[in-house]
């Protein structure tokens, strides 16, 4: 059965540096997207993106946060410069069609600011 | 804006118990889906039902069972004889159908702890 998956599982990164998380959404999925969960709260969303473009973004996704599809299988989350609360889980997650499909989830990146 | 509360934090039962896990919603969308995704301890995000808000009719699957119920705005998910292997953080979530975002808006989730 095909899946999301991320890569690494975990990151450890200083403060100030950037880090580049990693999603291989579903191969035929055209709609994916990034949500964050910070250690036992609720999963929040980022950012959509859909025909190489951001569709919808939240407040959380501000200038540090970027995105990109690279090639035709990777999709990325690029923070600039770390801050220790930008620590928490992030996951990646795709759908096939619009807005009556299901969003399937990655494993998740456990990224840790120190 | 798309809220959804799940009122119970934690949830503590024995196997073999039956347990339902409360979630309510707010949106202005007359059209939408909910969702319940389970997250066990390893901490994926396990896809488990997507209900469109046309369809009311309540769903069976195994052990679990969704009472979807729009005059009330809940959508709850009951576990029928719990096993240890349920044990996991259940989260409801709502989207709104159309446009190209649909992002998902999450509740605070709850953890159920299912002992011997």
């Known amino acids: 059965e095909p899946e999301v998956t991320q890569t690494p599982s975990h990151q450890v990164t200083q403060m100030g540096q950037e880090v580049i998380l990693r999603c291989v959404p579903i191969s035929n999925h055209l709609y994916f997207y990034w949500y964050r969960q910070i250690l036992g709260q609720k999963v929040e969303f980022l950012v959509s993106?859909?025909?190489?473009?951001?569709?919808?973004k939240s407040e959380i996704f501000d200038d540090q946060f970027s995105v990109e599809r690279p090639d035709g299988s990777n999709f990325t989350l690029k923070i600039r410069s770390t801050k220790l609360e930008d620590s928490a889980m992030y996951f990646c997650?795709?759908?096939?069609?619009?807005?009556?499909?299901?969003?399937?989830f990655g494993p998740g990146t456990r990224l840790t600011v120190l | 804006a798309q809220k959804v509360t799940q009122a119970q934090t934690e949830i503590s039962v024995v196997e073999k118990e039956d347990v339902t896990l409360d979630c309510v919603y707010e949106?202005?969308?007359?059209?939408?889906?909910l969702f319940w995704y389970k997250q066990p301890p390893s901490g994926e995000l396990v896809f488990l039902i997507r209900?469109?808000?046309?369809?009311?009719q309540n769903e069976i699957s195994g052990r679990y069972s969704w009472n979807f119920q729009k005059s009330t705005s809940s959508f709850n998910f009951t576990i029928t004889a719990s096993q240890v292997v349920d044990s996991a953080v259940y989260f409801c979530?709502?989207?709104?159908?159309?446009?190209?975002?649909?992002?998902?808006?999450f509740g605070t989730g709850t953890r159920l702890q299912v002992t011997l």
């Open positions: 997650a795709s759908r096939h069609r619009g807005g009556t499909d299901t969003q399937y």
């Open positions: 949106t202005r969308d007359t059209t939408y889906y």
């Open positions: 979530a709502l989207s709104e159908v159309g446009g190209t975002a649909s992002k998902l808006t």
């Open positions: 209900r469109n808000s046309f369809d009311e």
């Open positions: 993106f859909y025909n190489n473009e951001i569709s919808e």
